[in-house]
């Protein structure tokens, strides 16, 4: 098999994330111009309106926002924790040797970030904001690097995809012990048992969408309930999701063609609907598909596109509207310290901590790589924009004052490492086989 056939997942993995980028992109300017419009009003209204049951005996109801913010997005790191589960397994990060180039850049990417908010902030209420610059936006970076063509070599964006990976583990980490709320123990043990089954059901080899469905919305509703904020639930339902096979090739491949005879062979009417012969040999070739399948790939392609261009612009139409007049309330020191952390934090920590571990034989950069586009990269992961805005909204829950400035921060942040990862990837050539520096010893 050659080379091609093996990146054409990725490759669509980035083609998908790429239009996802520029339809974020899109949904953000919508929201700014509807936020500051005369229709302003009515944008602050929807997303506060209250949705939810109401029975005599039960009540749950939450603002719209919160139904996106808990519950669409639960689906959105889902969606991420089958990616974890699926690199970690069989895929970049499933060894050490390829773990280790991107896992140096994220923890430098995520922690002089932190540092820098620590060290810039003066205001105690605005310290629970650290976390905030600490993940990158995958869509909008790999965006950016689809406008650069044949210009970025493919091991970068596997880099940029991996480390970005490598950020969203750390992200939700942060979330789960920083940004969620007073605990109660007595439903996440309850969540947690739940869990316990359908991680065992799934080594059994038993996997069932209905079951699945089910016992993840009430593990989804037990964790809202315990203090643990639900999107962590996603992630954790998530490994529990098989990726192995029940049959393999072969196996299916002698099968197909045991199904193709039988279809062949079977007899056809003069009408256009199926035999029962007909159907009975569908419903074979349905089965024979389900087991051939990967259950974690399956679900993650059917996935894929719904987060990307529905649920990923739904948050960023509900989350990034922010009012910008003079009768906001705008904390200046807020704001540029997210942008300083975002475009030099990011890009420092990332492009430092690479070349200290490869000057200490740490890491192997591959050598169609280049100092520049390591540094061009970094710069993109200060495009923070879904998962920031997300932290954002936890961190200053109590203080709801300080979001409007959070956001602007990052939005201003975003973009302007999105120009600048671009203009250094745009004018650097790739190296060439004997390049010098960053690739020798």
């Known amino acids: 098999m050659t080379k091609d056939y093996f990146l054409t997942p990725f490759q669509k993995f980035v083609k998908i994330e790429g239009l996802s980028g520029v339809l974020l992109l899109l949904t953000t300017i919508v929201a700014l111009i509807w936020a500051n419009s005369s229709f302003g009003d009515s944008y602050r209204e929807l997303w506060q309106y209250d949705l939810g049951v109401v029975t005599e005996n039960f009540e749950f109801k939450k603002p719209l926002i919160l139904w996106i913010n808990d519950g669409l997005m639960a689906v959105f790191f889902f969606l991420i924790g089958l990616e974890i589960k699926r690199e970690l397994m069989i895929g970049e990060l499933n060894s050490m040797k390829k773990m280790a180039f991107p896992l140096v850049g994220a923890l430098g990417g995520m922690l002089l970030p932190v540092v ?36 970025v070599p493919i091991s970068l964006k596997i880099f940029l995809t991996a480390f970005a990976i490598v950020d969203d583990i750390g992200a939700v980490l942060v979330i789960a012990i920083f940004y969620s709320g007073t605990i109660n123990v007595s439903l996440l043990l309850i969540a947690l048992g739940m869990l316990a089954i359908l991680y065992f059901l799934s080594f059994k080899g038993f996997y069932s969408v ?19 904020h639900p999107t962590v639930a996603g992630i954790l339902l998530a490994f529990s999701v098989p990726i192995r096979q029940k049959i393999d090739t072969s196996k299916f491949l002698a099968q197909l063609e045991v199904v193709y005879n039988n279809i062949k062979n079977s007899s056809i009417l003069n009408k256009p609907i199926l035999s029962a012969e007909q159907i009975e040999h569908i419903d074979d070739l349905e089965d024979w598909s389900s087991k051939f399948q990967s259950p974690l790939q399956h679900l993650e392609h ?3 596109g719904w987060v990307a261009f529905f649920v990923i612009p739904i948050f960023a139409l509900a989350n990034a ?19 300083i952390c975002f475009v030099l934090g990011k890009s420092l920590g990332i492009t430092s901590m690479v070349m200290f571990a490869k000057k200490l034989k ?14 061009g990269v970094a710069f993109l992961a200060g495009i923070g924009f879904t998962m920031a805005i997300f932290i954002a909204s936890l961190a200053f829950v109590s203080t709801p004052e300080y ?11 975003s973009f302007i490492s999105a120009i600048i990862g671009y ?19």
């Open 302 to 304: 059917n996935l894929h």
């Open 116 to 151: 820098i908010f620590v060290v810039l902030n003066q205001n105690p209420e605005t310290v629970k904001g650290w976390g905030i610059p600490m993940a990158t936006d995958i869509a909008f970076s790999l965006a950016v690097l689809n406008v650069l063509g044949k210009r």
């Open 210 to 228: 209905f079951l699945f469905f089910l016992t993840g919305t009430v593990i989804w509703f037990l964790f809202l309930k315990s203090g643990i």
């Open 423 to 441: 203009l250094v990837l745009r004018f650097s050539k790739s190296p060439k086989p004997a390049d010098e520096g960053l690739n020798n010893n």
């Open 321 to 339: 509207g922010v009012l910008i007049d003079s009768s906001a309330y705008i904390d200046t020191a807020l704001v540029t310290n997210i942008i």
């Open 362 to 375: 740490l890491i192997e950069i591959p050598t169609d790589i280049n100092f520049n586009q390591i540094l």
């Open 403 to 413: 979001i409007d400035s959070a956001k602007i921060g990052i939005l201003i942040g």
